[in-house]
C-alpha cells in the first residue's frame, strides 16, 4: 500500500526553492513542537474509496489524501504564505515526479485553488493548509 504523504514528502524536499530537509523543517507523520517554528508537515488527509479497475486485473484505483501544514514563525506570516504558495506551485507539477516504476502516482491533484489559511496553533503561529489527492493504481491484495 502506498504511503502518500510520505512520497509527497520525499518529492517536497527534493525542490529546491523550498529549501526543506527532512528531520530538520519537514516532518512526516505528525505536527511536533519540537520542530522549528517555520516548517512543512505531510499527514495522511481525506480519500475516496478505491475503484476497482475494470480490465479484469485484481487492482484497484486508489486515491490517497494528503495534506501539506505549512506553519511560520509568529511574526512570519508572509514567510508562511509566501511558502505555503510555492508548496501549492510544486505540488501542482507534481504529477511526473512522485513515485517510481509500478508505484508511480497517475494523478496529484491539488485539492484547492489557493492555500487554506487555518487558525493560528496554541504559541500563535500562522498556518496553512495546502491539501493533494494522489491517485495510484495497486493490486488488490484480498484479490
Known sequence: MARAWKDISAYLATVVPLGLTEGV???VGR???????A???CLPGVSLPPQPVLNGAPQDLRFYG???LVR????GLEAAADLADLVRDALNHAKPLVGAGP???TTVELDQASPLRLKEDKND???FSVNVTAWIKETNPVL
Open 39 to 41: 516548517s512543512v508537515f
Open 66 to 68: 494528503v495534506q501539506v
Open 31 to 37: 505536527v511536533t513542537d519540537e520542530a522549528p517554528d
Open 72 to 75: 511560520g514563525s509568529r511574526e
Open 25 to 27: 523543517n519537514l516532518f
Open 103 to 105: 508505484d508511480q502516482y
Open 125 to 127: 503561529r500562522p498556518r
